[in-house]
């Protein structure tokens, strides 16, 4: 069975400060995505990571995909309160089939 | 483009009804996925359909739970004879095709059984 683990589950930082949730497994994904979920929505995606050693930026959020395309981490840097809510990771298998993290719940406060 | 729809976004059901929740997928997108999501928790897969056929079902409980998605008209998740453990918020996700792994959410479905 493939899993995907999440880290930390929960997040509770300043205005300001800087952090990274990790996503590790040990299948190897054909891609992998990062929702943001708010609450009483459903999650939006934010990005796709197919390349190993691939790095996206949005904005204040960078993403990059393990080399082994096994593991990806979400950066973000001078978090704001609107960064807050339910980050989820998905990985796709062979079989093009989602995987999900269990999520990290972040809190930025004022 | 109209996004994913799900309604109802609220349902509510005495122990023992049936529930059916309703989803639309993106149009031109072909595949549909169900999940389950309990209050501070991720998501948890259900079910996996294309166009008249069930691809995945490995993560809906045999009894009581069906799912479909007909040639025409939106999925529906069927929960028959409900209990409360079936509370939770139902979200449905479609993608254009099996390579494209990029899922676009519904806002959901609320059940609460009371």
């Known amino acids: 069975t493939q899993l995907l683990e999440q880290s930390p589950q929960f997040l509770s930082i300043q205005e300001g400060e800087n952090l990274t949730v990790y996503c590790n497994s040990s299948s190897v994904f054909s891609s992998l995505q990062w929702y943001r979920q708010e609450p009483g929505e459903g999650p939006v995606l934010l990005v796709t990571v197919v390349t190993g050693g691939e790095v996206k930026k949005l904005k204040r959020l960078t993403f990059q995909f393990g080399d082994a395309r096994k593991d990806s981490s979400l950066h973000i840097t001078a978090a704001q309160p609107g960064d807050t809510g339910l980050y989820l990771c998905?990985?796709?298998?062979?079989?093009?089939?989602?995987?999900w993290g269990a999520g990290t719940k972040l809190i930025i406060k004022p | 483009n109209a996004g994913v729809m799900q309604n109802p976004r609220h349902l509510v059901r005495r122990r023992g009804q049936e529930a059916r929740l309703r989803c639309s997928p993106m149009k031109g997108h072909s595949h549909v996925y169900w999940y389950r999501q309990l209050p501070e928790e991720g998501l948890k897969f259900m079910v996996y359909?294309?166009?008249?056929?069930?691809?995945?079902e490995s993560g809906m409980p045999k009894e009581r739970f069906s799912a479909e998605f007909p040639k025409e008209g939106p999925s529906i998740l069927r929960i028959q004879q409900v209990v409360r453990g079936d509370s939770a918020a139902y979200f449905c996700?479609?993608?254009?095709?099996?390579?494209?792994?990029?899922?676009?959410f519904g806002q959901g479905t609320r059940l609460t059984v009371v």
């Open positions: 996700a479609s993608s254009f095709h099996t390579e494209s792994t990029e899922a676009f």
């Open positions: 359909l294309q166009k008249e056929n069930i691809i995945d």
């Open positions: 998905a990985g796709a298998d062979s079989n093009y089939q989602l995987i």
